[in-house]
């Protein structure tokens, strides 16, 4: 196949990037706006790859998107391009709707425009598949319930109300214009390459600066945490052998609280990076407790039976495996992690460095 990923530069999607190229023969075109949370620098291991392509470009930019489209001539399309931040989205909700609503609102219709011009077998073949989160589905407060593909739709912040009316629209055009689409929602993903400002990168970088490890409230927030790379194993399954008009649920069976997440990475630090800043007598000393976020979500869960049923996917990664292999990746490449932190990763092809800490 040819396939289109828009934001194949952000943190999922360079890992479903790595995994098309390295993993198979599928050609890739990655459109990406490279926005704060675009890196470039986390896909130089396939960048000089005949199979990978790169366009600089804005989802929200119709008639690019549509010459993008003609030339390239994709068999799917795996749209992550959004903006994916809670607290950016309480600061600054305008960027939110215009990414996630405005963006995909062009995007369907530069899709709907090409497919339908394919010739029967290619239009028959083709997909567009929409990568969304649990976070659409509010939260749960039974400490067994688990979010279904037909749990209903309750979003809390700018963010996941974004996200929210974005499948919404992506079930819309099939529905209305017979586009053949395909909706993921997913839980909490961690791993390699992740951005500084998210929980588990944000506590590994502070701890090793001997910096405080904030902690929304008492930290006893639930998410199901899954390994990006198993996420991008998932996509390509349900892009390749999914059913048009479905929607599955992606997670890691992985519930942990907030507080033991950081606990267990001060854990791993103790051991594969003992030697501690000056002043530190355990890393764990450093957690620091903060003012919660307004409608912070308690729990998050994920039923993926579906997708292990009918797909045969399941994650290989527990998140005791996992999260010791992505301490040890910041670890390795802390060189990647200072290029975002001092804004160089970006300096150059913007002129700025739009970015601060945040607690995830």
Same mark, same amino acid.
């Given at each position: 196949?040819?396939i289109?990923?828009?934001?194949g530069?952000?943190?999922i999607g360079?890992?479903?990037?790595?995994h098309?190229?390295?993993?198979t023969?599928?050609?890739v075109?990655?459109?990406?706006?490279?926005?704060?949370?675009?890196?470039l620098?986390?896909?130089?291991s396939?960048?000089?790859?005949?199979?990978?392509?790169f366009?600089?470009?804005?989802?929200?930019?119709q008639?690019?998107?549509?010459?993008?489209?003609?030339?390239?001539?994709?068999?799917?399309i795996?749209?992550?391009?959004?903006?994916s931040?809670?607290?950016?989205?309480?600061?600054g909700?305008?960027?939110?709707?215009?990414?996630?609503?405005?963006?995909t609102?062009s995007?369907?219709?530069a899709?709907?425009?090409?497919w339908?011009?394919l010739p029967?077998?290619?239009?028959a073949a083709?997909?567009?598949?929409?990568?969304?989160?649990d976070?659409?589905?509010?939260d749960?407060?039974g400490?067994?319930?688990?979010?279904?593909e037909?749990?209903?739709?309750?979003?809390?912040?700018p963010y996941s109300?974004?996200k929210?009316a974005?499948?919404?629209?992506?079930?819309?055009?099939?529905r209305?214009?017979?586009l053949?689409v395909?909706?993921t929602?997913?839980?909490?993903?961690?791993?390699?390459?992740h951005?500084?400002e998210?929980?588990?990168?944000l506590?590994?970088?502070?701890?090793?600066?001997?910096?405080?490890?904030?902690?929304y409230g008492d930290?006893?927030?639930?998410?199901?945490?899954?390994?990006? $790379?198993?996420?991008a194993?998932?996509?390509?399954k349900?892009?390749?052998?999914?059913v048009?008009?479905?929607?599955?649920?992606?997670g890691?069976?992985? $519930?942990?609280?907030n507080i033991?997440v950081v606990r267990?990475?001060?854990?791993?630090?103790e $051991?594969?990076?003992?030697?501690?800043p000056?002043g530190?007598?355990n890393?764990?000393?450093l957690?620091?407790?903060?003012?919660?976020r307004?409608?912070?979500?308690?729990?998050?869960a994920?039923?993926?039976?579906?997708?292990?049923r009918?797909?045969?996917?399941?994650p290989?990664?527990?998140?005791?495996?996992?999260l010791?292999?992505?301490?040890?990746?910041?670890?390795?490449?802390? $060189?990647?992690?200072?290029h975002?932190?001092?804004?160089s990763?970006?300096?150059e092809r913007?002129?700025n460095?739009?970015?601060k800490?945040?607690?995830?």
């Amino acid at each position: 196949m040819r396939i289109l990923i828009t934001g194949g530069a952000g943190f999922i999607g360079s890992a479903l990037v790595r995994h098309l190229i390295n993993d198979t023969s599928h050609d890739v075109l990655n459109l990406d706006k490279l926005t704060y949370a675009g890196n470039l620098e986390s896909l130089n291991s396939i960048a000089s790859n005949t199979r990978y392509e790169f366009v600089q470009a804005d989802i929200a930019d119709q008639a690019t998107v549509q010459g993008v489209l003609e030339r390239f001539q994709p068999d799917a399309i795996m749209h992550l391009a959004a903006e994916s931040h809670v607290d950016r989205s309480i600061d600054g909700p305008s960027a939110f709707i215009q990414t996630n609503i405005v963006g995909t609102y062009s995007l369907l219709e530069a899709t709907r425009e090409y497919w339908s011009k394919l010739p029967d077998e290619r239009r028959a073949a083709f997909r567009f598949h929409h990568i969304s989160t649990d976070e659409v589905y509010g939260d749960l407060h039974g400490v067994d319930d688990l979010f279904t593909e037909t749990t209903p739709y309750a979003p809390s912040s700018p963010y996941s109300a974004s996200k929210a009316a974005s499948d919404h629209l992506v079930r819309a055009w099939q529905r209305t214009y017979g586009l053949p689409v395909l909706i993921t929602n997913c839980s909490n993903n961690y791993g390699p390459f992740h951005f500084p400002e998210k929980l588990i990168p944000l506590v590994i970088l502070n701890a090793l600066d001997g910096k405080p490890l904030p902690v929304y409230g008492d930290g006893l927030q639930v998410r199901d945490w899954l390994y990006v $790379e198993d996420h991008a194993r998932a996509l390509f399954k349900v892009v390749s052998e999914g059913v048009v008009g479905e929607t599955y649920n992606i997670g890691g069976h992985n $519930e942990q609280k907030n507080i033991d997440v950081v606990r267990g990475i001060c854990a791993l630090l103790e $051991e594969l990076a003992p030697q501690r800043p000056v002043g530190v007598e355990n890393y764990a000393d450093l957690i620091t407790f903060v003012k919660d976020r307004p409608g912070h979500d308690l729990r998050y869960a994920i039923d993926a039976g579906k997708i292990e049923r009918e797909l045969g996917w399941v994650p290989r990664e527990t998140f005791q495996s996992g999260l010791r292999k992505t301490v040890q990746w910041y670890l390795d490449n802390l $060189e990647w992690c200072r290029h975002v932190q001092d804004g160089s990763y970006q300096r150059e092809r913007l002129g700025n460095s739009d970015h601060k800490d945040l607690i995830a």
